[in-house]
């Protein structure tokens, strides 16, 4: 046991916490959504043969298979994260991820490799898949252990306000691609490419940020004290597998960003929109979703997470029909009007609060491992929703009908998994995760 003394445990610092979390989701999301968005727009013509509808189902396909990654890179940094500690893990993350985005920008084409092109832009894709696994589930870890009781959900949202970061900047980098002509050779040979290289730039900036936040006093003192599990996939799956499902039911909300971000841009470009409007409609969503995450967060501080993040979901549900019908129209500021409305005032509430939801089902001595293996089982079908849906006919005219469906499900039973939670925001944070036997309660 180590001979490590309360006193020598870290004080709690939320706001660099907070920042780190930002930054670190700020980098996942920039290189997901260049890779989210050339999946729709460029892959398609450049690393599949033909380039038509097979090669967009293939090509959002190339776009799920991080996912496919993720839940043996959960099982793996989820465990290292709760043995050695979530700073460390969360270091190699952010340099695996920016490694495997610069190299995808060097990947040479169909047209010069053949079928090699896709096998290697698959692999490059599964080593972002395998960094994200433990980027988010050791941000939202580290973010939630650093803050004050009474405001984790505030200080845990900005792991995924991060989000909206990075996919501001990584669709504001990729507008000025979209712009050029379809038939400039320069598009598809040399344009694309920049958004992949210029991920570094991001990942310089948030490595130095994240080298100099010390490990969670949660985690210290549990290490202090003799609590760190030699091997925590055992008293997870033992004392917390209900709590791993529910996360991993809950998490296919995740599908509603991958829907609106992704598969929307695909749609939108069939029904008639330009391809700079589409990613116009994302940028403005996520800028507004900056403001509106941070206040649902507070909400949910006062009120809860259940209340709060069901809202989320439903809403999700209801918005986003009248959001893809209105892409068909001619009607620019009502598409615009009704993309804020179902991503910044619908999905941002139950995205702002999910890192506390969850994280707090948890214990810290699994915490990192149960928030990275529950998510990623459940991110799978957020990864893989754009392909299904485009099989299904979700990117041809009416598509809509298949979209609103899919989502109306998701969010059906996310909503339903949410309602058997407990409720968690008067928990100290020194005994979440820890029940106590109703016969010993009452």
């Given amino acids: 046991m180590s001979t490590q003394t309360r006193a020598d445990v870290p004080q709690k610092t939320p706001v660099r916490a907070a920042l780190a979390s930002f930054m670190g989701s700020a980098v996942e999301y920039y290189d997901f ?24 189902v293939m090509s959002l396909a190339t776009f799920g298979f991080a996912y496919i990654a993720r839940p043996f890179g959960a099982v793996i940094l989820g465990h290292f994260g709760d043995r050695i500690g979530r700073q460390r893990v969360l270091m190699f993350t952010l340099v695996l991820m920016g490694a495997a985005t610069f190299v995808i920008g060097c990947l040479p084409t169909f047209a010069q490799i053949g079928w090699a092109a896709p096998i290697l832009l698959v692999f490059c894709r599964l080593l972002q898949g395998l960094s994200a696994a433990g980027e988010q589930a050791g941000a939202s870890s580290m973010s939630l252990e650093h803050a004050p009781d009474h405001r984790r ?76 599990a030699k091997i925590p996939l055992m008293p997870l799956l033992r004392d917390h597998w209900r709590d791993v499902l529910r996360v991993v039911l809950c998490a296919f909300i ?13 749609y939108g470009v069939e029904v008639g929109l330009a391809q700079n409007i589409t990613l116009w409609l994302v940028v403005v969503a996520n800028v507004v979703a900056l403001g509106t995450q941070p206040l649902f967060a507070m909400l949910a501080d006062r009120v ?54 969850y994280g707090e089902m948890f214990s810290a001595r699994v915490r990192f491992s149960g928030l990275a293996i529950g998510t990623q089982l459940g991110f799978l079908m957020a990864g893989f929703a754009p392909s299904i849906v485009a099989a299904l006919g979700g990117v041809q005219e009416g ?44």
Avoid at 167 to 172: D, G, K, R, S, Y
């Fill in 33 to 56: 959504f260049i890779f989210g968005t050339a999946s729709a727009l460029i892959f398609p013509h450049i690393f599949f043969p033909d380039g038509d509808q097979a090669a967009l």
């Fill in 153 to 228: 959900s505030f200080f845990t949202s900005w792991t995924l306000t991060g989000t909206q970061g990075g996919q501001i900047l990584a669709a504001l980098v990729f507008l000025p691609v979209t712009m050029l002509p379809d038939d400039d050779p320069f598009k598809y040979e040399w344009a694309w490419r920049i958004p992949f290289w210029l991920s570094a730039v991001v990942v310089v900036v948030t490595f130095y940020i994240r080298r100099t936040l010390h490990e969670t006093p949660t985690f210290e003192e549990a290490k202090a004290q003799g609590e760190i």
């Fill in 254 to 266: 995740a599908a509603v960003s991958t829907v609106f971000g992704n598969l929307a841009i695909a």
């Fill in 304 to 357: 809860g997470r259940k209340p709060v993040f069901i809202y989320g979901a439903i809403s999700s549900a209801v918005f986003m029909p009248f959001y893809m019908l209105s892409m068909s129209s001619d009607n620019i500021v009502l598409t615009f009007a009704l993309a804020i409305l179902t991503f910044s005032c619908g999905y941002a509430a139950a995205n702002a609060v999910w890192p506390s939801f």
């Fill in 399 to 442: 598509g809509w009908v298949v979209i609103s469906i899919f989502t109306g499900v998701i969010c059906l039973i996310v909503v339903l998994a949410a309602l058997t939670a407990r409720e968690t925001k008067d928990v100290p944070t020194d005994t979440l995760g820890i029940r106590v036997p109703v016969e010993q309660g009452r």
